[in-house]
């Protein structure tokens, strides 16, 4: 591991107070979250384009962030990069007793329901709910299903994607209702609830929504470029289009697969 070794040398370099970098010694841990937050999003975006050059690269910066957090951290005395090892390699190890224990697991889905009833038991004395431990700044999405996910552990789930579908019909009724009778309120909650209820069929069906989300987003994207690309093509003004004329085109672009 010469390579983390020689990592970990440079931050080291690079804080230091007598000859290192101006710019390094002056970040806190609060001040490199927006970086931190970036960087991960990155490696998120490169992995789903499936561009392993910039995966490789984007997860070296990443790495440069979680190291230099936790420099900063052994510089105020807070804990050391060794307690930050320890504790993840400790953690690995307590919650897959299937692998260094002699606990029976039967398929990816036991292992995550034991996963959260472990992680549960070791919080307890801090988190009161099983709901409890998911950061609230996190897309709305990925909260969805991790609270699914958390509500799973202890029972509360169905056993096949067939209920969620008709739960998902019963919520778009709900909805048309509330939109039929004009209440804004109502509206809006009934929204919500068909989100949350697609994200639990996505999650039933082992998809991840947000990842759902995303695909959707750069195909729609796709599209519109294209439709873009015609108007730009035939010297004709976007924005004087109708609406029948940009469907006709979004339509033929999906027939050719855009």
């Known amino acids: 591991m010469k390579e983390f070794d020689q990592l970990v040398e440079i931050i080291s370099r690079l804080r230091d107070p007598q000859n290192g970098c101006p710019w390094d010694l002056q970040q806190t841990s609060e001040s490199l979250i927006p970086n931190f937050i970036e960087e991960l999003y990155e490696c998120v975006e490169a992995i789903e384009n499936g561009d392993h050059v910039h995966l490789s690269e984007e997860l070296?910066?990443?790495?440069?962030?979680?190291?230099?957090?936790?420099?900063?951290?052994?510089?105020?005395?807070n804990f050391s990069l060794n307690n930050v090892l320890e504790k993840i390699s400790q953690k690995l190890i307590n919650r897959h007793p299937h692998v260094f224990g002699d606990k029976q697991v039967y398929g990816a889905n036991n292992?995550?329901?034991?996963?959260?009833?472990?992680?549960?038991?070791?919080?307890?004395?801090?988190?009161?709910?099983?709901?409890?431990?998911?950061?609230?700044?996190?897309?709305?999405?990925?909260?969805?299903?991790?609270?699914?996910?958390?509500?799973?552990?202890?029972?509360?789930?169905w056993e096949k994607p067939e209920p969620v579908i008709t739960k998902l019909d019963e919520e778009l009724s709900e909805f048309k209702k509330a939109f039929a009778v004009g209440d804004q309120t109502e509206i809006q909650n009934e929204i919500g609830d068909v989100i949350f209820t697609v994200v639990n069929l996505a999650r039933k069906l082992g998809f991840d929504a947000e990842?759902?989300?995303?695909?959707?987003?750069t195909k729609f994207e796709n599209r519109f470029n294209k439709i873009e690309q015609y108007h730009q093509q035939n010297n004709e003004n976007i924005y004087e289009s109708?609406?029948?004329?940009?469907?006709?085109?979004?339509?033929?672009?999906?027939?050719?697969?855009g």
Do not use: Y
């Open 60 to 77: 070296g910066d990443l790495l440069l962030h979680i190291l230099m957090q936790a420099r900063i951290a052994q510089e105020a005395g």
């Open 242 to 257: 109708s609406l029948e004329k940009l469907d006709e085109i979004w339509n033929e672009t999906k027939k050719d697969g």
């Open 111 to 157: 292992v995550k329901m034991n996963w959260e009833r472990i992680k549960q038991k070791e919080k307890k004395d801090v988190r009161k709910s099983v709901l409890d431990g998911i950061p609230k700044t996190m897309p709305a999405l990925i909260i969805a299903q991790r609270i699914q996910e958390k509500a799973a552990s202890v029972g509360f789930d």
């Open 211 to 217: 990842s759902c989300l995303r695909k959707t987003i």
